[in-house]
């Protein structure tokens, strides 16, 4: 069973940086592209960056120039490093990965599975 594990949450001060990584793991499949969204309280689940396999970065335009996704496809680890965090930084970070996982040789149609969140909390 395929499984997204994040880590790197916490509570930081406006200005400071936080790195988040997530690991995928569980049986074979193949991860189309990983990313990481973010739900503030009162609010929905958002898209804060995603990187594709093979291609370039998507950012929310909120975080462009301070927020940097990363992936090691051999380790299967997608990372997000912020910097100059701000008090609306301050949300609920879920790991995403659209997967298709391979049975019996082939290569189920992908879907997307989810990380449990991690909080990041921005604070002075």
């Known amino acids: 069973q395929v499984q997204l594990v994040e880590s790197g949450g916490g509570l930081v001060q406006p200005g400071e940086s936080l790195a988040l990584s997530c690991v995928a793991s569980g049986g074979t499949f193949s991860i189309y592209s990983m990313g990481w969204y973010r739900q503030a309280p009162g609010k929905q689940r958002v898209l804060v960056a995603s990187l594709p396999t093979r291609g370039s970065a998507n950012y929310a335009d909120s975080v462009k120039g301070r927020f940097t996704i990363s992936r090691d496809n051999a380790k299967k680890t997608v990372t997000l490093q912020m910097n100059t965090l701000e008090l609306e930084d301050t949300a609920v970070y879920y790991c995403?990965?659209?997967?298709?996982?391979?049975?019996?040789?082939?290569?189920?149609?992908?879907?997307?599975?989810w990380g449990q969140g991690t909080q990041v909390t921005v604070s002075s």
């Open positions: 995403h990965a659209d997967i298709g996982v391979v049975r019996g040789g082939f290569t189920e149609p992908s879907r997307d599975y």
